[in-house]
Antibody, heavy 116, light 106 residues
Framework: EVKLLESGGGLVQPGGSMRLSCAASGFTFTDFYMNWIRQPAGKAPEWLGFIRNKANGYTTEYNPSVKGRFTISRDNTQNMLYLQMNTLRAEDTATYYC???????WGQGVMVTVSS | EIVLTQSPTTMAASPGEKVTITCRASSSVSYMHWFQQKSGTSPKPWIYDTSKLASGVPDRFSGSGSGTSYSLTISSMEAEDAATYYCLQRSSYPLTFGSGTKLEIK
């Protein structure tokens, strides 16, 4: 069974940093692209970016809205996906999800609140 | 960036009623994908590659379209179909979602 479990969310001050994690299980992790998506309360999801699979060299693509501030990485020995978020702003407040490949599996999400 | 415009934004349908939700793209896309989301839960894949139903999706749902115009149709509304539906394009970076259609049961 495919499982994705995000962690690491919480409250952070504006200008601060936070790293989210996503633990993956139930599939061959290196075979799949992995995405990060966020969704502010009551709004549509926003794709943040993905990291490609082994066959495609684990390269990354980002939404211009977060490029330069957010970094996606993966630890293929631990089946972990990461989202490093820097210089956080109030508008980054949202539920953050990891999703596999074509977004056919999603985690339950983790809440990030940016506030002083 | 390809902007996806969904209509209507909200709607209510009676049990048994036919429902159509549209998603218009600002530029042509190869396929459209749809997600269903209920309050407090993650979006669920619902229709992929324009017209293929995800696992477990009832066959009263269908998807169609091409180019810049796509739609999700429910042939006969049921109470369990009340949710918010989002379209997604993966043809061009950044991947973009529509703004959503909230579907309620009358």
């Amino acid at each position: 069974e495919v499982k994705l479990l995000e962690s690491g969310g919480g409250l952070v001050q504006p200008g601060g940093s936070m790293r989210l994690s996503c633990a993956a299980s139930g599939f061959t992790f290196t075979d799949f692209y992995m995405n990060w998506i966020r969704q502010p309360a009551g709004k549509a999801p926003e794709w943040l970016g993905f990291i490609r699979n082994k066959a495609n060299g684990y390269t990354t693509e980002y939404n211009p809205s977060v490029k330069g501030r957010f970094t996606i990485s993966r630890d293929n020995t631990q089946n972990m996906l990461y989202l490093q978020m820097n210089t956080l702003r109030a508008e980054d407040t949202a539920t953050y999800y990891c999703a596999r490949g074509g977004m056919n599996y999603w985690g339950q999400g983790v809440m990030v609140t940016v506030s002083s | 960036e390809i902007v996806l415009t969904q209509s209507p934004t909200t709607m209510a349908a009676s049990p048994g009623e036919k429902v159509t939700i549209t998603c218009r793209a600002s530029s042509s896309v190869s396929y459209m994908h749809w997600f269903q989301q209920k309050s407090g839960t993650s979006p669920k894949p619902w229709i992929y590659d324009t017209s293929k139903l995800a696992s477990g999706v009832p066959d009263r749902f269908s998807g169609s379209g091409s180019g810049t115009s796509y739609s999700l149709t429910i042939s006969s509304m049921e109470a369990e179909d009340a949710a918010t539906y989002y379209c997604l394009q993966r043809s061009s970076y950044p991947l973009t979602f529509g703004s959503g259609t909230k579907l309620e049961i009358k």
